[in-house]
């Protein structure tokens, strides 16, 4: 989602069109991230109840976000 320019020190840009990249992919893409950085050891095993609230969570997350992308939060952002 993201390109390191050669700068120095580095910036870092969208690496495709801002409409094109939907927010529920950027955070879809920050969770996985983060789940990849834990060690087997941390992970926690898994409980159905607290599967359940989460499952909920990305449901209300997926409908609130919808189809938006980067390009419509950036707009929102400069029209307040």
């Known amino acids: 989602l993201i390109l390191?320019?050669?700068d120095d020190p580095p910036a870092y840009?969208?690496?495709r069109s801002i409409?094109?990249?939907k927010l529920n992919?950027?955070?879809n893409s920050v969770r996985i991230a983060e789940?990849?950085?834990l060690s087997v050891e941390t992970r926690v095993p898994s409980v159905p109840e607290v599967d359940n609230i989460i499952s909920t969570l990305d449901n209300a997350?997926?409908?609130t976000l919808g189809e938006k992308?980067?390009?419509d939060l950036v707009i929102s952002r400069t029209e307040t």
């Open 25 to 27: 992919d950027l955070l």
């Open 69 to 71: 992308t980067l390009r």
């Open 35 to 37: 789940k990849e950085t």
């Open 61 to 63: 997350f997926n409908k």
């Open 19 to 21: 409409e094109t990249i």
């Open 13 to 15: 840009i969208p690496a």
């Open 4 to 6: 390191e320019t050669a």
